[in-house]
C-alpha cells in the first residue's frame, strides 16, 4: 500500500487562503469517509484538525476545513496565519487488510 | 487524557526492546490504541493498533511480522515491540488513540540502533 500523494509544499500570504491535496485511490480515499488531517511542527507531537473527512474536533480553529472529492480529500486553511507554519498530514482508511496509510505530507510556509 | 512513553533508548543491532504508552484519564479499555512510525527527517507510517479490550491487533503488511503490539489493561499500558532491531529501526515511534481518527497522542520515543 503506497503513501497518498500531498503536494511537498504549499505557501501562502497572511490572510490568504491556501488548500493542501491528498489523493488515493479507490480503495482507501474514495471509499471510506475516514480521512483526518494532521499538524505537526517540528520536533513536536502530531496534532489531529480534521477527522471524517470535514469534522473539526474541540479546540481546532474554524480556519481548518476539509473536504473530499472522489480519490482526493483536501484541507483549506483560510485566513493563514504565521501560526500555521507547520507540517500537515492527511490520513485515510484503507480497508480490513491495510487498515491506515499516511500521506507524504506537506510543507506549508508562510510568506 | 494523557498518553505517556517510555524513554529515549539507544540499543545494538539484534537487540530487543520494548517501549510503552502508559494512558490515564479515560477508559482505556473502550478505545483502540495505535503505533505510528517517523524516521529522522521522514513522515509519519502506520504501523499497528490494539484494542485494549479483548487485545485484538491489526498490523500494517508493512510492519507485520517486524514488531509485536499488545496492551495490559492491569495497568492501561501499551506495548511496541521488537525481538532483533535493525539500524533502520531507527526512528521517533509515536503512540495514538483512536480508529478512524487519532486524536490523543503520546509524546513520542526517540529509539535509535547503532553499533
Known amino acids: 500500500q503506497s503513501a497518498l500523494t500531498q503536494p511537498a509544499s504549499v505557501s501562502g500570504s497572511p490572510g490568504q487562503s491556501i488548500t493542501i491535496s491528498c489523493t488515493g485511490t479507490?480503495?482507501?480515499?474514495?471509499?471510506?469517509?475516514?480521512v483526518s488531517w494532521y499538524q505537526q511542527y517540528p520536533g513536536k507531537t502530531p496534532k489531529l484538525m480534521i477527522y471524517?473527512?470535514?469534522k473539526r474536533p474541540s479546540g481546532v480553529s474554524n480556519r481548518f476545513s476539509g473536504s473530499k472529492s472522489g480519490n482526493t480529500a483536501s484541507l483549506t486553511i483560510s485566513g493563514l496565519q504565521a501560526e500555521d507554519e507547520a507540517d500537515y498530514y492527511c490520513c485515510s482508511y484503507a480497508g480490513s487488510s491495510t487498515f491506515y496509510v499516511f500521506g507524504t505530507g506537506t510543507k506549508v510556509t508562510v510568506l | 487524557v494523557q498518553l505517556v512513553q517510555s524513554g529515549a533508548e539507544v540499543k545494538e543491532p539484534g537487540d530487543s526492546l520494548k517501549i510503552s504508552c502508559k494512558t490515564s484519564g479515560y477508559s482505556f479499555a473502550s478505545y483502540w490504541i495505535g503505533w505510528v512510525r517517523q524516521m529522522p527527517g521522514k513522515g509519519l507510517e502506520w504501523m499497528g493498533i490494539?484494542?485494549?479490550?479483548?487485545?485484538?491487533?491489526k498490523y500494517s503488511p508493512s510492519f507485520q511480522g517486524q514488531v509485536t503490539i499488545s496492551a495490559d489493561r492491569s495497568i492501561s499500558t501499551a506495548y511496541l515491540q521488537w525481538s532483533s532491531l535493525k539500524a533502520s529501526d531507527t526512528a521517533i515511534y509515536y503512540c495514538?488513540?483512536?480508529?478512524?481518527?487519532?486524536?490523543?497522542w503520546g509524546q513520542g520515543t526517540m529509539v535509535t540502533v547503532s553499533s
Open positions: 490494539v484494542y485494549p479490550g479483548d487485545s485484538d491487533t
Open positions: 479507490s480503495s482507501d480515499v474514495g471509499t471510506y469517509n475516514l
Open positions: 471524517e473527512g470535514s
Open positions: 495514538a488513540r483512536g480508529w478512524g481518527a487519532f486524536d490523543i
